[in-house]
């Protein structure tokens, strides 16, 4: 599956745990963050904005099917920005059985974060990282942008969360 970036949903080597990997020293902070990525970032900068790209079915890898317990899951594609300019794209697998919580269903323009670590105990398990190859899109230019996936537990729902680390989050004096 393709998004509007242009990007492959598979990364260019295999997910791992990040102490497998060097991480960039400017994005370490980014991909270990274990609270609210929407609110790391609004602490970071100025104008948050999310653009919800949309919503579609998807058949899950084996690996995401494994932690979803079902082998479809609702794909909710985002854009999250500071000051106009693109930082996170996002996509979140939700289990067909989590779209029955009106929460979720009804989720719209509401961040992730907004809603899992404010009204509830959300617990983030299984971080992992990888990179990726974006290509040239209204939000970034072509890049190798590193991301992460990991797994909430919110309200007993699983929510696959994958965020790719965007050029425009960092200054681009500094090395992603």
């Known amino acids: 599956m393709k998004s509007e970036l242009y990007l492959s949903r598979s990364p260019l080597q295999s997910w791992c745990e990040p102490s497998g990997r060097t991480l960039p ?48 899951a609702r794909c909710r594609e985002v854009v999250l920005s500071l000051a106009g300019t693109a930082c996170v794209y996002g996509w979140t697998l939700v289990p067909q059985r989590g779209m029955r919580c009106a929460a979720l269903a009804g989720q719209g323009q509401t961040p992730l974060g907004e809603l899992v670590f404010t009204s509830g105990a959300a617990q983030r398990r299984e971080l992992q990282v990888a990179t990726f190859a974006v290509e040239q899109s209204r939000w970034c230019r072509a890049a190798i942008v590193w991301g992460r996936r990991s797994l909430l ?16 989050l960092v200054d681009d004096k500094e090395s992603m």
Request: glycine share 10%; net charge negative.
């Open 153 to 168: 537990e919110w309200q007993g729902i699983p929510l696959l969360v994958h965020e790719l680390f965007l050029p425009g």
């Open 25 to 72: 020293a400017v994005l370490a902070p980014w991909l270990l963050e274990s609270g609210s990525l929407t609110q790391r970032l609004r602490d970071h900068g100025e104008g948050f904005a999310l653009e919800l790209l949309g919503y579609h079915d998807v058949m899950l890898a084996e690996d995401e099917a494994r932690w979803l317990g079902e082998p479809q």
